[in-house]
């Protein structure tokens, strides 16, 4: 057993290692990535949510490997730095960016929203009806939490809106 130590504490630092080079890996892919701001037209909110789920995925397979990892190396006596807190900051933006996309989701895919609006036959448009509809999607908007309306998406989001408020009252 004292010979199998040694291996298993070189095997213990060597997955560690492994484990800091994803944290690194995935900081930079967040950092570079621009998920909070991307247009959000013509089913962009949909690629937002399902790029989120698929970072918050790697998020919770580092953070399930730290654990382990940092499980073993209490077993073993060895030394534990930092912890599966690394990654809590790309955690709480992908919270608050998955927010803000389903926000956007409703927008563009309610009832009465812009994908339906997009959808109308223009022998079925009445100009009255989609000019309010957009008021009532800019006020759904404006009535969104401050921490929502603080993300980019949901200014792009909501200029679409007021562009198209400006074209309809032509």
């Known amino acids: 057993v004292m010979k199998a130590k040694p291996e298993l504490q070189l095997k213990i630092t060597t997955q560690d290692d492994a484990i800091e080079a994803q944290v690194k890996k995935l900081k930079t892919e967040w950092d570079t990535s621009d998920l909070s701001s991307k247009e959000t037209m013509d089913g962009g909110h949909k690629e937002m949510l399902a790029t989120i789920a698929a970072i918050r995925g790697s998020i919770d397979k580092i953070d399930n490997d730290y654990t382990m990892i940092g ?100």
Do not use: Y
């Open 71 to 170: 499980q073993a190396k209490a077993i073993l006596g060895l030394e534990t730095v930092g912890g599966s807190n690394k990654l809590d900051s790309i955690k709480d933006d992908c919270t608050g960016l998955t927010e803000v996309w389903t926000e956007i989701a409703k927008i563009h895919d309610a009832p009465g929203g812009l994908e339906e609006l997009n959808e109308q036959s223009w022998r079925s448009v009445d100009a009255k009806k989609v000019l309010k509809t957009l008021k009532e999607l800019k006020e759904k908007m404006k009535d969104m939490p401050s921490r929502l309306r603080s993300f980019p998406a949901h200014a792009a989001c909501l200029g679409s809106v007021e562009h198209r408020i400006a074209q309809n009252n032509l």
